[in-house]
């Protein structure tokens, strides 16, 4: 690639990254605002009704113990496995000149 192609790649590049981190920061602070002027992050009244039950139906299911659910998890090891970033190690380096794969 010539100096200039190069160059001119870099300026798209660099575009293209500015609009991107620009739309992210601007989309964050739009919503933050929309969401303080729409009202929903504010506390809500009190009502009568919502005092009537101290005990809110989330804290009677977490409270009651849970029968009958239980997880089982199995973890197979083979004798010749190669962890997964020891095989990335390997083809980078395969890449870049380095030795590769020890066999």
């Not at 990254?17 to 992050?41: C, D, H």
């Not at 009244?45 to 113990?65: A, G, T, W, Y």
């Not at 849970?66 to 973890?75: I, M, Q």
């Not at 990335?88 to 590769?100: A, E, F, Q």
Request: aromatic share 10%; glycine share 8%.
């Amino acid at each position: 690639m010539r100096p200039d192609q190069a160059t001119l790649w870099y300026r798209r590049m660099s575009v293209v990254y500015a609009i991107g981190a620009w739309s992210v920061l601007g989309s964050a602070i739009f919503m933050t605002r929309n969401q303080k002027a729409s009202g929903e992050g504010a506390e809500p009244k009190d009502d009568d009704s919502r005092n009537e039950s101290p005990v809110s139906n989330l804290e009677k299911e977490i409270n009651e113990p849970v029968e009958g659910l239980f997880v089982k998890t199995y973890v197979k090891y083979s004798e010749n496995s190669v962890p997964v970033t020891q095989r990335i190690v390997d083809y980078l380096r395969s890449w870049t000149g380095g030795p590769g794969p020890e066999s």
